[in-house]
């Protein structure tokens, strides 16, 4: 198996036992306290530290001497602490089980944007390297699509324990196959300590490059949104007179998600930035259909359509990541990125938990409107004219952080 190939196993294990954590706390503190509301808890504590960790692990992750062992222990502390809480919750401490949580939680950065960041490693720049981000993509979506339904079969066959500890082999798995990555020599002059790239820098890129912070600001406004759209499936599918259609619903969409990304993620002939605002109209448009349709089939049909146009966006994001962060920041970038779009769907999810009593309809309609609304924010946000080369790190003489203008062409 070629290097990428490897990592795209070792990504989509990794991610597999992550997007499959939110349905195994609940349905495992359920089992053994009758308390979903104790599950919650423990998954906040498990999501709380994204934004937090993200530049604390892109730094660190930038800084590494020894980038394979770094990588490869924050997936093995991911996988430890799924393994612990399989064990802990629901017969250890309260505050035990929150603090491996958060533990665990602070890990969560390099699944997501610290994974994605090694593509630029593995695949030379090109048409090939924006293909594979479009693959990088799909193993998000592949993962929201059968991770769900794999923790709900395994706690139905055994109990909320087993179906957990599946989740912690598959995040052992995705640390085993990450050790066997090349991940080269590293930039020269870490050992010395340059170039130094401080906590903040990851942010002032996310700030001072335009293309950066367009997409930043246009994902994670959207995400809020697509934070609260679980919920109100839910609900959308029981003012239908199909209470437990919800995860058919969101099951439409990922699948739509994962058919997008294949497809349509994979245009490198589309400008990413251009992709990025069909991307979120699009999701749009299928969104605020879906908010008036008669019947379960028909909404189903729309989410898949929805899940369709959502599949390029994280594909176009990722390309424009890879292109335009600076080299002393990049796993910064990714973090960063990955961090503020789940806090953002932190906060969709529960701004709809205060909303839950409004008609079903009216909440679709408002995530619609934040997609369009993200777009019209990227459209503003982008630049205009000619796309400058992305900024780089200057080394330094003498340690320290900081960050160079646009203008030096990145090697």
Known sequence: MSGFGRYLAAALAARFASEGMAMAVVLLALERTGSAAYGAFVLTAWLAPHVLAAPLAGAAAARARRPRLFHVGALAGFAAAVAALAVL????????VLAVAVLGGSCGPMITGGLSSLVTGLV?????????????????????VTAPAAVSLATALWSGGPAMAVLAVSAALAAALAATLPYGDPPAGRAAGAPR????????????????RAVTAATTLA???????????VLLAAALGSPDAGGVLMTAFAVGALGGSLTLGRMTSVEPGRL???ALAGTGVALAAA??????????????VAGVCDGPLLTSTLRIRAEHAPDGVRTQVFT???????????????????????????????????????????VLAAPRGPV?????????????????????RTP
């Open 89 to 96: 919750l629901g017969r250890a401490p309260v505050p035990l």
């Open 124 to 144: 030379p720049a090109g048409a090939g390297r924006d293909r594979a981000y479009g693959w990088d993509a799909s193993t998000y979506n592949a993962a929201g």
């Open 197 to 212: 790239a401080g906590l903040g820098a990851g942010l002032a890129a996310l700030w001072r490059v335009r293309e950066l």
């Open 223 to 233: 995400f809020v949104g697509i934070g609260s759209l679980t919920t109100t499936a």
């Open 276 to 278: 990025v605002r069909w």
């Open 291 to 304: 908010a008036f349709t008669p019947s379960v089939g028909v909404t189903a049909a729309l989410f898949a």
């Open 336 to 378: 960063l990125g990955a961090g503020l779009k789940v806090t953002a769907a932190s906060t969709g999810a529960a701004l709809v938990g205060f909303a839950a009593d409004a008609p079903a309809w009216t909440l679709l309609t408002g995530i619609a409107g934040l997609q369009f609304a993200a777009a019209l924010l990227h």
């Open 388 to 408: 400058p080369p992305p900024m780089v790190l200057p080394r330094e003489r003498s340690g320290g952080s900081a960050t160079a203008p646009a203008g030096r």
